[in-house]
DNA sequence: AATCGTCGTTCTT
DNA sequence: AAGAACGACGATT
C-alpha cells in the first residue's frame, strides 16, 4: 500500500498527515523536534490532492472550535473491529460537546468494556479530526490523553468545554 | 485513598 | 498458542 505523508502548518505547529488510497489514515500532533515542511511529492494522485486540503481546512476549523464543513475519506482499516467501532462512535460527537468512556462503551454495545475503550480511544490513528479529546472520564475528569494533557485541555477550550479541575 | 470488576490488546512464555 | 500483565475507566468501600 502506497503512503502519502504531508505536512500541514498550524497556529498550534506543524500536524503530519498520512494517506492511503482509501483516505486519511493517519494525523500526527507537532513533533517536538524542527522538522523540514514536507511538500506533497510532483507526482501525488490528484484525489490525494484534494484529500490534504480538505484535511488542512478540517484540522484549522477544529483548532480554531468550530466545526469542520467536511472531513476527508478516512481509512480506519488498521484497527480491530472493536477499535474500528470505537473510533467509528467518537466521530459522532458534535463539537463542543463531550461523551464518557461509559457513554461511549454503551454505543457501540459493550458497556462493560469501558477500559478498553480508553486503550482504543489512545490508539486513534486521526486525532483531532476523530475528536478524542471529547472524551471525558465519568464525573467531568478530564482523563488521559496521548499526545499530553495540555494538548487536550487545550482543544477542549476552543470548544468551549472547561472540563472540572 | 485503596480495591475490585471488567475486557481488548500487548507482552511473555 | 496460551497465559499474564496492563490500561486515556467506573463503582464501591
Known sequence: M?????????PDGAFTATF???????????????????????????AQCDWLETTRRALLAVLAGKKP???????????????????????????????????????????????????AC???PVPVLVPCHRVLAAGGRLGGFSAGLDWKRRLLAREGVMPRA
Do not use: C, H
Open 69 to 119: 464543513n467536511r472531513l476527508p475519506p478516512l481509512d480506519l482499516t488498521r484497527g480491530t473491529p472493536f477499535q474500528q467501532a470505537v473510533w467509528q462512535a467518537m466521530t459522532a460527537i458534535p463539537a463542543g460537546e463531550t461523551r464518557t468512556y461509559g457513554e461511549l462503551a454503551r454505543a457501540i454495545r459493550r458497556p462493560r468494556a469501558v477500559r478498553a475503550v480508553g486503550r
Open 20 to 46: 492511503t488510497a482509501g483516505g486519511l489514515a493517519a494525523l500526527d500532533f507537532p513533533a517536538a523536534d524542527v522538522s523540514q515542511p514536507k511538500p506533497l511529492a510532483a507526482d501525488t494522485p490528484g
Open 122 to 124: 489512545g490508539a486513534n
Open 2 to 10: 502506497s503512503l502519502v505523508t504531508a505536512t500541514i502548518p498550524t
